[in-house]
């Protein structure tokens, strides 16, 4: 089955951009949809289809997808971006949805 | 505004048996897609069902396979999730999520507790 790696965290200062990648074997022919999790609190989506950002998501998140890796990018990152980022794909080979480890994103 | 309202967790033994609902409003229910996605404590998210709008089309993760089954009822704007021969490894919180195709997992209960413990 279809397997994606995230790193399993990233430290950032206030300011600064953060980039949280998502690998997988040619993830770029796939649709990468990305969601943050903040303790005790249901998901959010902040990126879908690679790079499309839903309405009340701010500007400060991006998202780009090419060969094996998929990236979110959150710039001028803020105390409450601290959380958990998860990359997610359809494997229509499997008929699965699929999400990747997590990246604890922590604002130093 | 979109809600979906999970119910029905609690504490099982192993073996045993359990049903989740999930009420959705402020959305045309029967237009899409719907999973159950679940978290075992301080683990990521595992993808467990999903069942297309009209429920011609459903899928599981491997390790529930031929014991799990989404449904649904979109008379009564409700999702389905009957969990059978429970093991200690299906214990965490189980979400219902919408699917919006293209544009992923776009609206999330706020999950139920399943607990499967002796």
């Known amino acids: 089955s279809y397997v994606l790696t995230q790193p399993p965290s990233v430290s950032v200062a206030p300011g600064q951009t953060a980039r949280i990648t998502c690998g997988g074997d040619?993830?770029?022919?796939?649709?990468v949809h990305w969601y943050q999790q903040k303790p005790g609190q249901a998901p959010v989506l902040v990126i879908y289809?690679?790079?499309g950002r839903p309405s009340g998501i701010p500007e400060r998140f991006s998202g780009s997808n090419s060969g094996n890796t998929a990236t979110l990018t959150i710039t001028t990152v803020q105390a409450g971006d601290e959380a958990d980022y998860f990359c997610?794909?359809?494997?229509?080979?499997?008929?699965?949805?699929?999400f990747g480890p997590g990246t604890g994103v922590t604002v130093l | 505004q979109i809600q979906l309202v999970e119910s029905g967790g609690g504490v099982v033994q192993p073996g045993k048996s359990l049903r989740l609902s999930c009420e959705a409003s402020?959305?045309?229910?029967?237009?899409?897609?719907m999973h159950w996605v679940r978290q075992a404590p301080g683990k990521g998210l595992e993808w467990v069902a999903v069942?297309?709008?009209?429920?011609?089309?459903?899928y599981y993760a491997d390790p529930v396979k031929g014991r799990f089954t989404i449904s649904r009822d979109n008379s009564e704007n409700t999702l389905y999730l009957q969990m059978n021969t429970l093991r200690v490894d299906d214990m965490g919180v189980y979400y219902c999520?919408?699917?919006?195709?293209?544009?992923?997992?776009?609206?999330w209960g706020q999950g139920t507790l399943v607990t499967v413990s002796s």
């Open positions: 999520a919408r699917d919006a195709s293209n544009e992923g997992i776009d609206s």
């Open positions: 289809f690679d790079s």
């Open positions: 997610q794909v359809w494997d229509g080979s499997s008929d699965h949805y699929v």
């Open positions: 069942i297309w709008h009209d429920g011609r089309k459903i």
């Open positions: 040619n993830v770029g022919s796939k649709s």
């Open positions: 402020g959305f045309t229910f029967s237009n899409y897609g």
